[in-house]
């Protein structure tokens, strides 16, 4: 197998994976649609087992690595603009795919039996949940906005501290070299796992059951296919002069095993190692990667819930005006944070609802669609988490280029390490 491509790898998972799963459910096959069940669950929850250490790790780890890059502050502020501003296109995109399509209009679904999801997002509880009441408790239940928090903190005190907290800082790094190592493991196992989350995804999601919300699916699919193959190339061109066909070379296997394992986080060393390959400085990636991947959701936290909030008002005939696409807008851009980098968006769904006085119960009506929704939000999402620290580091001159324009070449999956002939992270003169 290590002689086949790991995109291929890939490809045949997900061709066998939607011809097993056709043959589940036309014959009924129930222990066939079990099984693959089983065995894409399991990729998922090895998947989610590295999450709270390997968020941590990382974050402490680049925080404390700005202490060596030139103009620090300068690249974080860049970092986070671009974040709100690709934010913001995709969100508009979305909405202006809602206003066209209407998703909602014609929807005929059983409204009585709605109900509101059990997890569910609120300013308050966004803001309160933040800080952790029990520094144990955020790892145990994978609390992953408060780990984000309370490695940015850490790592901030370690970086002031200075060589006093060189044994920690060695220790994160030491425990994130394992992390990593260890998640390597789970990630050579995705094609089997695309395997089984395709196949099951084939066998219990039926046209019957689609065919009421095809409108819906249709336009989010549609809705990031344009940010993924239209905004993201033109800023590319316009804002980092560089080609685009190069940049989703390096950047495919990232952006298919977000596809299929429908988890920013754990692709994040894949993505890590993409953008690398792409010529982005390592110091720079160690830091842009990790807060990209639970920050950075222009499918989960700005396409879809602008999306699904419109139709939430037409299923349930409620009139949004200028005002309330205004606010949705806002609430992507600001509270994209709580989708947390893991699987599903239900929380930024109902965040969003709850803010336009929207049901909440309507959020339960695309619950059984979720999981295809997901595939196509997450690989959204991990291109942006791409995109943005490759364009940085573009306008800031600090990209390799030539490493760029080669990017792709080489299988991702190898134990080549990434050459460290990067340029330094010096900005370009004015």
């Known amino acids: 197998m290590r002689k086949i491509p790991f995109s291929v790898q890939i490809l045949l998972g997900l061709v066998l994976g939607v011809a097993l799963g056709f043959v589940a459910r036309s014959n009924d096959v129930s222990w066939l649609t079990s099984t693959l069940h089983?065995?894409?669950?399991?990729?998922?929850?090895?998947?989610k087992l590295a999450v709270p250490p390997l968020v941590f790790t990382a974050i402490v780890?680049?925080?404390?690595?700005l202490r060596g890059v030139a103009n620090a502050a300068r690249l974080a502020l860049k970092t986070l603009m671009w974040f709100g501003i690709t934010a913001l296109i995709a969100v508009s995109i979305g909405i202006g795919i809602g206003l066209l399509t209407n998703p909602g209009k014609g929807v005929t679904l059983d409204l009585g039996g709605a109900a509101a999801p059990k997890k569910t997002g609120s300013w308050t509880d966004f803001l309160t949940g933040i800080v952790p009441t029990n520094p144990v408790g955020a790892f145990v239940e994978g609390n992953v906005l408060q780990i984000v928090f309370l490695a940015v903190v850490i790592g901030a005190a370690a970086l002031l501290v200075g060589e006093a907290a060189e044994p920690f800082v060695a220790l994160n790094?030491?425990?994130?070299?394992?992390?990593?190592?260890?998640?390597?493991?789970?990630?050579?196992?995705a094609p089997i796992g695309t395997l089984g989350l395709i196949g099951n995804a084939v066998a219990s999601y039926g046209?019957?059951?689609l065919a009421p919300l095809a409108k819906f699916t249709t336009a989010m699919y549609v809705g990031c296919a344009i940010v993924l193959f239209v905004v993201y190339p033109l800023v590319l061109v316009l804002v980092?002069?560089?080609?685009?066909?190069?940049?989703?070379?390096?950047?495919?296997?990232a952006i298919e095993?977000?596809?299929?394992?429908?988890s920013s986080v754990g692709t994040m060393p894949v993505t890590q190692r993409s953008v690398e390959?792409?010529?982005?400085?390592?110091?720079?990636?160690?830091f842009a990667v990790p807060f990209g991947a639970t920050t950075k959701m222009d499918g989960c936290a700005a396409i879809y819930p602008a999306l699904a909030a419109i139709f939430v008002a037409q299923v349930f005939g409620v009139h949004l005006g200028i005002g309330d696409y205004l606010l949705i807008a806002f609430v992507s851009?600001?509270?994209s944070a709580a989708t947390a980098g893991l699987t599903g968006a239900i929380v930024m769904l109902t965040l969003t609802l709850s803010t336009l006085g929207l049901p909440l119960a309507g959020a339960g009506l695309l619950l059984a669609i979720d999981p295809i929704l997901d595939m196509i939000r997450t690989a959204t999402n991990v291109a942006g988490q791409a995109l943005v620290p490759t364009v940085v580091a573009a306008r800031e001159g600090t990209l390799d280029r030539a490493a760029y324009e080669s990017a792709g070449r080489r299988d991702l999956i190898d134990p080549e390490p990434v050459a460290e002939t990067r340029p330094e992270l010096t900005p370009v003169p004015a």
């Open 277 to 286: 390959r792409l010529g982005v400085p390592r110091e720079y990636a160690s």
């Open 38 to 47: 089983t065995v894409g669950s399991l990729f998922v929850q090895l998947l």
């Open 207 to 209: 046209w019957d059951l």
């Open 240 to 253: 980092g002069r560089l080609n685009p066909l190069r940049f989703f070379a390096g950047a495919w296997p």
């Open 173 to 189: 790094r030491s425990l994130l070299e394992i992390v990593q190592k260890a998640l390597w493991w789970v990630i050579r196992l």
């Open 61 to 65: 780890v680049s925080v404390v690595s």
């Open 333 to 335: 851009v600001v509270g």
């Open 257 to 262: 095993l977000a596809f299929v394992s429908r």
